[in-house]
Nanobody, 119 residues
Framework: VQLQASGGGLVQAGGSLRLSCAVS????????MGWHRQAPGKEREMVAR???????RYADSVKGRFTISTDNAKNTVYLQMDSLKPEDTAVYYCNGDGKQRIGVPFYSWGRGTQVTVSS
């Protein structure tokens, strides 16, 4: 199972970006998809996650500004980021866990995508 993230870039403070993460491979079921980020010199932190049932969870720092959603038909998870702040600057990673069609569990990470917010 592979995850491919895209959509990062450079944006001014107050602007918006939408990240996408497509999951490919022999997927049987996806349980949870999420976005994490890692800023220079800091540990990786959870930003948002969404379960197969649609339950969402957000880091306090992004509540009200970021929205996670999925397109189950496309096995894609999105992160809509609004009202961006310079402190949102980081490399963003998507991850997901579930089961492959043969029943083997998977827990995979995509390559990061850089988000830079200028002041």
């Amino acid at each position: 199972v592979q995850l491919q993230a895209s959509g990062g870039g450079l944006v001014q403070a107050g602007g918006s970006l939408r990240l996408s993460c497509a999951v490919s491979g022999e997927i049987g079921k996806i349980n949870v998809m999420g976005w994490h980020r890692q800023a220079p010199g800091k540990e990786r932190e959870m930003v948002a996650r969404i379960s197969s049932g649609g339950s969402t969870r957000y880091a306090d720092s992004v509540k009200g500004r970021f929205t996670i959603s999925t397109d189950n038909a496309k096995n894609t998870v999105y992160l809509q980021m609004d009202s961006l702040k310079p402190e949102d600057t980081a490399v963003y990673y998507c991850n997901g866990d579930g089961k492959q069609r043969i029943g083997v569990p998977f827990y995979s990470w995509g390559r990061g995508t850089q988000v830079t917010v200028s002041s």
